[in-house]
């Protein structure tokens, strides 16, 4: 299992977004794609909702959120 | 594999635009009624052009691209569902405009039958779009400050129609109510309750996720929405409350919380790891620093009565207010959202990511700092014209030069998105 981490702390949007939809392109089932982000990004939420995607999210105390996405089998 | 992804059902982009469009071109006609009007126009806060001014931009700029803004704001921020917003946005967005040119023309020309008109347009209008969203605002299941911040405006944005639409009718028709009294708590709520709270509430969103700053601190977002809504609420106990002494005692503070909010703000983009000076950045800085002008000037405005005797003093704070801080933190956040807009939409016809071009090319870069320039000139000339009528029409030329330009680059983002979705359809 591989994860592919995408710190979206500095980049501007779209950027985080644009990065994370190439990443799932390529996802392989069981991998895994950790999103850093200090915001929580819904539009990315109901792309992933419609498309059979499942994700975690944990907020660290310095703000930043970790946003784990995995596909979902089927 | 992305063409096959689906977008969700945000609002049709033509919902925010239509309010975007339509915006600066009130601020351009502000800038031509300062021309026409000349010298006189900003001797007092009570002349019928300072009334008529003051809706033009709090009204006919401000309220149409912050309400444009919410909609698309609420499902991206915080993932709530705007009821049938196509629908809504058509109703309101056309009720507002002539609601805003009736009041105005009714403050300008004191024609009572004017007034009277504007007022159940607005309760209609913005009586809708306040319960629309609040639905969407209470039903969401997201939490967070930026949420409560949105609750409380619109509520702020209520209270400040209800009273807007007394102090109209009122005038109208010479009812005995305490004018000065309604009309100071009619714009706390105005300025502060509804624009400031939706400005702070956006900016622990946007801030952070635009300008690449740090989070604002949990401890900051956590009070500073309650501490103002205590202050306004203090604020509006004058109504009742008939003591010299109270004014002062809530200002300071008020103005104190002010400072915090404007101070966090520019820390947060002095200490930024990844420097970037984009328009967006620029206006916020401007409007941070026009706020904690406001702070010093109201400060002045109590500690030396003296000073705040001349008429011209309030005047002054109102430019600082409406075109140094607002005028300047929305125009900011449209350079933003429209180019993100532009992009999210045409992600949404399915081309590969590659297909769609950068958010860069939505509006050119030069075009935004070059109004921006203008708009400072313009912010400046105006502060100066407030002692010097003298520089009025100059600084009323400026002003509309600046809207004129703003509403170029968004007419042109329009067409840019045309452009690319057409080229985008015809390549499928
Ligand atoms: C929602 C945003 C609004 C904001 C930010 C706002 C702001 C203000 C401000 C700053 C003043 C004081 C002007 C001065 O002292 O020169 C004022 C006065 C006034 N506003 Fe508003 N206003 C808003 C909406 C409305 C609405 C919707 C109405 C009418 C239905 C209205 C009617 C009035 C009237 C009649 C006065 C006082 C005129 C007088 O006392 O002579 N306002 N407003």
Redesign the pocket.
């Not at chain 2, 007092?44 to 002349?47: A, G, L, Q, Y």
């Given at each position: 299992m591989t994860t592919t981490v995408i710190d979206g702390r500095e980049l501007q949007p779209p950027e985080p977004m644009e990065r994370t939809l190439e990443a799932l392109d390529t996802l392989a089932e069981g991998d895994d794609v950790l999103l850093l982000l200090y915001c929580q990004p819904h539009p990315l939420f109901s792309i992933l909702k419609k498309n059979g995607y499942a994700w975690g999210e944990e907020v660290r105390a310095d703000g930043t959120r970790e946003i784990r996405i995995h596909k979902l089998p089927g | 594999m992305h063409a096959s992804l689906s977008f969700d059902q945000a609002p049709p982009i033509s919902v925010p635009y239509r309010f975007f469009l339509v915006a600066p071109w009130f601020g351009a006609t502000a800038g031509i009624l300062l021309v026409w009007a000349g010298a006189d126009a900003l001797g007092?806060?009570?002349?019928p052009e300072?009334?008529a001014?003051?809706?033009l931009i709090?009204?006919g700029f401000?309220?149409q691209a912050m309400c444009g803004a919410l909609f698309q704001f609420i499902p991206v921020a915080v993932g709530g569902n705007v009821w049938r917003p196509r629908l809504v946005a058509n109703t309101v967005q056309p009720l507002l405009l002539l609601?805003?040119l009736l009041?105005v023309a009714g403050?300008l020309f004191g024609r009572p039958v004017l007034?009277s008109a504007?007022?159940p347009l607005?309760?209609l209008a913005?009586g809708g779009f306040v319960t629309v969203v609040a639905l969407a605002l209470w039903q969401t299941p997201a939490t967070g400050m930026t949420l409560w911040a949105m609750r409380m405006a619109i509520a702020g944005?209520a209270i400040?129609?209800l009273?807007?639409?007394l102090?109209?009718e009122?005038?109208a028709h010479g009812f005995a109510v305490p004018?000065?009294d309604?009309?100071?708590v009619?714009?706390g709520?105005?300025?502060g309750g509804?624009?400031l709270m939706l400005l702070a509430g956006v900016s622990y969103h946007v801030v952070p996720m635009f300008q690449l700053t740090r989070p604002y601190p949990s401890w900051f977002t956590r009070s500073f929405g309650l501490l103002l809504l205590g202050f306004l609420l203090a604020w509006s106990s004058r109504l009742l409350l008939d003591d010299a002494l109270w004014s002062p005692l809530i200002a300071y503070p008020l103005l104190l919380i002010l400072s915090a909010y404007a101070g966090t703000t520019l820390w947060l983009q002095y200490t930024r790891r990844r420097k970037i000076h984009d328009a967006t950045s620029l206006y916020f800085r401007v409007a941070m620093l026009s706020m904690l002008a406001f702070a010093v000037s109201g400060t002045v405005y109590f500690l030396r009565p003296e000073l705040g005797a001349d008429p011209r003093f309030?005047?002054w704070l109102?430019v600082l207010?409406?075109v140094g801080v607002f005028v300047s933190a929305i125009t900011g956040m449209m350079y933003k959202i429209v180019p993100f807009l532009n992009w999210l939409h045409l992600q949404r016809l399915g081309a590969p990511i590659s297909a769609v071009p950068n958010m860069k090319k939505m509006i050119p870069a030069d075009a935004m700092t070059g109004q921006l320039r203008l708009h400072v000139l313009a912010v400046l000339m105006l502060l100066t014209a407030v002692w010097q009528p003298g520089l009025i029409r100059p600084a009323g030329l400026a002003l509309a030069a600046s809207f004129v330009w703003l509403g170029c680059n968004l007419a042109g983002a329009v067409r840019r998105y045309q452009g690319f979705r057409d080229q985008i359809r015809a390549a499928a």
């Open positions: - | 007092s806060r009570w002349t300072a009334l001014l003051t809706h709090a009204l401000m309220l609601a805003t009041l403050l007034l504007a007022v607005f309760l913005i944005l400040t129609v009273l807007g639409s102090l109209a009122a005038l004018i000065v309604l009309t100071n009619h714009l709520w105005g300025l509804w624009a309030v005047v109102g207010a409406l």
